[in-house]
């Protein structure tokens, strides 16, 4: 078997040109199902991992509830509209049924980086009950809720604006990258920095409400009066979109008492017509449901090209047998058996399969780390890209069944082959 084995390999080498081509597009078909499902596993853990901390009730304006939270959690979109800042009192004085209120106020951005107006409940956020601070300050300090203009950097902030502690910078009216006539005169004091929570808050810079509010009361004379942007004069801001007046923010976290206490809240808002409760888990499955969606589809693909693949080393194989009639009457001639060409037929059909499923799997592993740092890197959600065992254990099979298939034809072709009529064929 040894020896049928070696002459499969023998005639993969002596062919390069036609074994390569079904080579690459069985990896190809691999490398589309390692990619698609590497990446749906990462984006899923990845999105749940980075709003753990706000596994709680979002409130905020009515409206869509995935949007509050995506905007809220993942700061992902425009913020849906801002609520009364007494609606967080409200909240905060209910101690009964409210642990935690965690006021947001969105409006600003530092050069994309969103400024979020906030209070030390901020600080309080974690994963789980007995879980440590989801954020916390690893140089400088937090700044004063009474204070004014002082500002803390999230951990990814920091390092893409190139600010330290001490450093100053002006805010750009909006939550995106706009107009630089927008930027306000008032200069932020960075007084700490937040270690880092795998959150897409990394990329946020944090300040009090009252210093938003202030910065909006005379946007109308906030105008760009030719100074560099930061003190360190690294970059020019620009941002478009709305921002939290006073007496507003845009959304609250909380962190009810218990689960019916939570269901009380949810039904409080519910009956408010300007206003919403959601439930980030909630909204995030159906995000995540969505995506599997997606993900289905290209698995389908990723089925199809396989089969392309399996007609293609069928194709390849067929063409090699009807051109090596006579060697294998030859090999019949000199003592092999009809069951060695059987086998070596197989083994030269399982070896590409094979060799395109390694292949697939470096192609398809690569693809998906690349796509999740790019991804981490614009969003500072990480997105842990797994080895998938049972995954591996599919496609194994997969590439096993399209190469025994792919040669089964092929090798009874091989093991029919007359010799008389191909040894002597005039």
Do not use: C, K
Request: charged letters at 15%; zero cysteines; hydrophobic letters at 50%.
């Amino acid at each position: 078997m040894m020896y049928d084995f070696m002459l499969a390999w023998r005639n993969i080498r002596n062919r390069p040109i036609q074994a390569l081509v079904p080579i690459v597009v069985v990896a190809l078909a691999i490398a589309l199902s390692v990619s698609v499902i590497v990446v749906a596993d990462a984006t899923q853990e990845g999105i749940i991992d980075a709003s753990d901390p706000f596994g709680m009730l979002v409130v905020g304006r009515s409206g869509s509830g995935q949007e509050l939270v995506l905007s809220s959690v993942l700061l992902q979109g425009v913020p849906i509209g801002n609520i009364p800042y007494s609606v967080y009192e409200e909240l905060a004085n209910d101690e009964v049924r409210v642990q935690l209120a965690v006021p947001l106020a969105f409006g600003d951005n530092v050069n994309g980086a969103r400024l979020i107006g906030t209070d030390r409940n901020f600080l309080e956020l974690r994963s789980s009950q007995f879980a440590p601070p989801a954020f916390q300050v690893v140089e400088g300090f937090w700044f004063d809720d009474e204070g004014s203009f002082e500002a803390v950097l999230g951990w990814e902030a920091a390092r893409q604006l190139g600010l330290t502690v001490g450093d100053q910078f002006r805010s750009i009216h909006g939550v995106g990258r706009g107009i630089a006539e927008n930027q306000h005169t008032e200069r932020y004091t960075i007084v700490g920095i937040l270690g880092r929570s795998n959150t897409a808050y990394d990329t946020a810079v944090y300040t009090q409400l009252e210093s938003m509010w202030n910065a909006h009361e005379h946007e109308d004379d906030n105008h760009d009066d030719g100074e560099t942007p930061f003190t360190i004069g690294r970059v020019e801001l620009q941002e478009v979109g709305g921002a939290a007046e006073r007496g507003e923010v845009t959304a609250v976290l909380v962190l009810p008492t218990g689960f019916s206490e939570q269901i009380q809240i949810a039904q409080q808002f519910y009956l408010d017509p300007t206003l919403q409760a959601a439930f980030p888990g909630q909204e995030l499955s159906e995000l995540i449901g969505i995506l599997n969606q997606g993900q289905q589809a290209l698995n389908l693909i990723g089925y199809l090209v396989l089969g392309i693949a399996g007609l293609t080393i069928f194709l390849s194989m067929y063409s090699a047998i009807l051109a090596r009639r006579q060697a294998l009457a030859i090999m019949r001639s000199l003592g092999s058996t009809r069951l060695s060409i059987f086998r070596m037929t197989i083994f030269e059909t399982l070896l590409i399969s094979l060799i395109g499923a390694i292949l697939g799997r470096i192609l398809g592993y690569g693809l998906a780390m690349a796509f999740a740092y790019v991804f981490s890197i614009q969003n500072a959600i990480p997105m842990p890209v797994r080895f998938l065992w049972d995954l591996e254990a599919v496609l194994w099979i997969l590439s096993i069944g399209v190469g025994l298939l792919a040669g089964l034809i092929p090798a009874w072709m091989a093991y029919r082959v007359n010799v008389v009529d191909n040894l002597f064929s005039s």
